[in-house]
């Protein structure tokens, strides 16, 4: 029985995990684009939080009505500005670019905020479970696991059945002959990164509220992410959910054979499944 809890808190887990990876998805999918700074970026969003928090008094879920708006403007404005100017056939210029605007992020929450770590309260969320048969399943988590489900859903919707999707999967499969059609690629592009930045907000949040946050953890955030993207395959949105979970569980189960084995197992994990199927358990297919 506790092997089970144990896979099925690793399963909710999972649904952070994935909330991690969705931007991630969504971004390569539509761009080609592997953005280093994803994971500063999660961290900014909780400390954004942190900061509406601070100053008006309200809750961190309710501060996700100003901070998932802010951090779509900063990723549209920030795609516009910087990243679209540096995109084209050579991936290295974006990666340099975003490896650099990790390290200006991550220095600036040094200095705003200090090395000390912080947390958001939630007061009785944090604590409050519910009995389901015979284990006892946090709130939290299970709000998280179903936010990352509606999340995944929704933008899979988007894609797939709104004139934006239609855009984004043109933009991404024919740049040229999109531009041709009248599709202005670099607002295209900003409203890609606008809505992956909208979902990290989402994930900051949830982070600050289950564990403390300082500025350096962005590295492991963005590692988290990559692995989940990987494991479900790249560019699957239901795929990147899949591989959010799949580390998740892996996290969980070394955890139960001992405490210093969590994450390592899931490093193990992915780089067993990257050996055996490269492209992840469910990639993207084009055409």
């Given amino acids: 029985m506790d092997w089970l809890n144990a896979i099925i808190q690793g399963t909710l887990l999972g649904g952070l995990y994935a909330l991690f990876a969705a931007g991630l998805s969504l971004i390569f999918g539509v761009m080609r684009l592997v953005n280093i700074a994803h994971g500063d970026l999660i961290v900014l969003a909780a400390y954004l939080a942190l900061s509406v928090v601070t100053a008006t008094g309200i809750g961190p879920l309710w501060a996700l009505v100003i901070v998932v708006p802010a951090m779509a403007v900063i990723g549209y404005v920030l795609q516009r500005g910087i990243l679209n100017r540096v995109m084209g056939e050579d991936i290295l210029p974006p990666l340099l670019v975003t490896f650099g605007l990790a390290v200006i992020i991550q220095n600036a929450l040094l200095l ?132 959010g979970v799949i580390l998740g569980v892996a996290q969980a189960v070394g955890a139960k054979i001992d405490p210093g084995l969590q994450i390592l197992a899931g490093h193990i994990v992915f780089l067993a499944i990257l050996a055996i199927r490269p492209r992840g358990f469910f990639p993207r297919i084009d055409g």
């Fill in 112 to 243: 705003g905020y200090s090395a000390d770590p912080q947390k958001l309260d939630a007061g009785w969320l944090e604590t409050a479970s519910v009995k389901i048969g015979p284990f006892a399943l946090g709130l939290l988590p299970l709000l998280t696991f179903a936010v990352a489900v509606v999340v995944v859903w929704g933008l899979q919707w988007m894609f797939y059945h709104t004139a934006l999707g239609r855009a984004f999967r043109a933009t991404s499969d024919k740049q040229d002959i999109a531009q041709l059609m009248g599709l202005n690629r670099a607002h295209v592009f900003g409203l890609a990164m606008a809505i992956a930045l909208a979902v990290t907000a989402i994930a900051g949040v949830l982070l600050g509220i289950r564990t403390s946050f300082d500025p350096s953890i962005g590295g492991s955030r963005l590692i988290f992410g990559f692995e989940a993207v990987i494991i479900g395959g790249l560019g699957n949105l239901w795929g990147t959910l899949a591989g």
